[in-house]
């Protein structure tokens, strides 16, 4: 069965990065202009990581075994650091936050409110030169089946 990848990717779904060592964090994105924009910098581990290497391989899936629905995409490719911008961080944040930003943990606001340059807030670019999405999903126990 097929499923639309934009869509797909455009939930608040947690994807899985793996790095060279290997290392395999959780991380949130933003899936804009066909490609994974990951919000990092100097706090993280991973900016020293990918400075080393930049192959990435990334994972977005979910496993509902009460209704079936088993989907993932991964996707391979060379990761850009690039420049911070508000305007996307701020879509990306809401999407797992919600609109409401005074509800926001401060560690989340600071990055909308500090100048990225001081913090050092960069984004990771990922636009995969593979893109491999599979439905894998079946009909439940309970007699429900995947949509």
Known sequence: MDFDIDEFLGQPLTARLATAGPTVRPVWYLWEESAFWILTGPWARLLALVERDRRLALVVDVCDLATGVVRQVI????????SFDAPRGRRMLRRYLGEDENGWDVRFRRYLDSDPDELGTVWLWLRPELLKAQDLSFKSAAGSRAG
């Open 75 to 82: 996707g391979w490719g060379d990761v850009e650091v690039l």
